[in-house]
């Protein structure tokens, strides 16, 4: 009887990257970013597979985690869709205040996996960060270059001001990041310089 021969090399793909932080997440490293006319299009309407007219968009993940596993998954096959396209945004692997801290950490990694390895494809990848209770502040932020261009969003957070500007501002302090891309109306007290706003609504182009 001939054995099995297993696949390895998703697994092998998921060692090779240098972590960072207590969690040793894997790190997205800054890079040169052009953020002129900057268009933007969610990961599940390309699922179907998108034009060459939105190549020169941005992807962005702001939609249910089922919609995007398989970027994590199945990496090879759902990059071939992902890399034609001009900036890719990580995706947000949701961390509800309700979910066991080890499940949050790992949607930290896995969001931070997937960036490091579509940077190492040589994609322009931006990360988007995401954050729940105080606790998460520890390794919410990891796996960030200092001075990288961060994406956040605004969906579901506004029952939890306070919590969340703790966040905001904690990840401002940590990454120092050069611009804060933010889907969604942002609370009164983000308007900073370098803060970037994209309606949730129209998300083809900078608002």
Not at 136 to 152: E, H, L, P
Request: hydrophobic share 35%.
């Amino acid at each position: 009887m001939k054995s099995k021969t297993f696949r390895t090399q998703p697994l092998f793909l998921r060692n090779t990257y240098p972590g960072a932080g207590r969690w040793q997440i894997p790190l997205i490293k800054k890079q040169p970013i052009d953020l002129n006319n900057l268009n933007v299009l969610s990961y599940n309407n390309i699922c179907n597979g998108s034009k060459p007219l939105f190549h020169s968009f941005g992807i962005h993940f702001f939609v249910d985690d089922y919609r995007f596993e398989s970027v994590y998954s199945n990496p090879e096959k759902s990059y071939k869709k992902l890399k034609p396209h001009r900036i890719l945004f990580t995706p947000d692997f949701s961390q509800y205040c309700e979910m066991q801290p080890w499940r949050r950490i790992e949607s930290v990694g896995k969001g931070r996996w997937c960036g490091a390895y579509w940077q190492d494809q040589g994609s322009t990848v931006i990360a988007t960060v995401s954050w729940s209770t105080p606790e998460s502040f520890d390794y919410a932020f990891d796996g960030i270059q200092q001075g990288a261009v961060v994406a956040i969003g605004m969906i579901g957070c506004k029952s939890s001001k306070v919590n969340f500007l703790k966040g905001f501002w904690t990840m401002c302090e940590r990454i120092e990041p050069e611009c804060i891309i933010c889907f969604g109306t942002p609370f009164p007290e983000m308007l900073t310089e370098n803060l970037l706003v994209i309606d949730y609504v129209s998300t083809w182009r900078v608002a």
